[in-house]
């Protein structure tokens, strides 16, 4: 629980202007930081949520894990800036000290199987050449080195120890107070 109760809610009152330059609809991790990305441009944000608080339906059920470890081109820069973002979070959304659970023990791709080491090694060499200059490839005993509970069957892997997991949650609601955009929970949209 690191900002306080683990589901706490950020309750905004009924506002007599409902007129915004952008309306979004849905409060979860992609709505909210839709709107605060939106709010930084000036936009003038209004989110829409039909639930009693933020973050509750399908971010709620979110693994919470994030990697840089992509070999396609389109995605591993937006992985890597992100993962930036998340390091640099409280500064970013002007929040000091806020807490989004970040815990950066790495992320392993493992196979037992020798006839895919070169897959993994050529997946590092794109890694690198799409600018995720730090993840490797491990031998079997490298990896039970760093990881003594991985099987003896694991034979290579590859490793970038700056990919995690963190709190979608407190992303969200760090999302949420770090914005102008105002908030309308238990609303729905109609026509």
């Known amino acids: 629980m690191p900002n306080g109760e683990r589901m706490r809610k950020i309750y905004i009152p009924e506002s007599k202007d409902r007129t915004a330059d952008v309306v979004v609809v849905g409060g979860g991790i992609v709505g909210t930081a839709t709107a605060f990305w939106l709010s930084r441009e000036g936009l003038d944000t209004i989110v829409v949520e039909a639930r ?3 973050s509750t339906l399908t971010t709620a059920a979110s693994a919470e894990c994030f990697r840089a470890q992509f070999t396609e081109p ?14 640099n979070f409280a500064e ?3 929040l000091p000290g806020w807490d989004i659970g970040l815990k950066q023990q790495g992320y392993l791709f493992i196979t037992d199987d020798e006839a895919m080491i070169p897959e993994l090694e050529d997946a590092v ?5 799409l600018g995720v ?3 490797e490839v491990l031998t079997g005993e490298e990896v039970r080195a760093r990881f003594p509970f991985i099987s003896p069957k694991v034979v290579g892997a590859t490793f970038r120890q700056r990919d995690g997991w963190l709190s979608v949650h407190e992303l969200t609601q760090g999302f949420a107070k770090g914005s102008s955009a105002r908030f309308f929970v238990k609303t729905k949209v109609t026509d």
């Open 52 to 54: 009693d608080g933020l």
């Open 74 to 87: 389109a995605i591993a820069p937006l992985a890597k800036e992100s993962i930036e973002f998340f390091e």
């Open 92 to 94: 970013m959304v002007g």
């Open 125 to 129: 060499r794109q890694h690198h050449s």
């Open 133 to 135: 200059t730090d993840s």
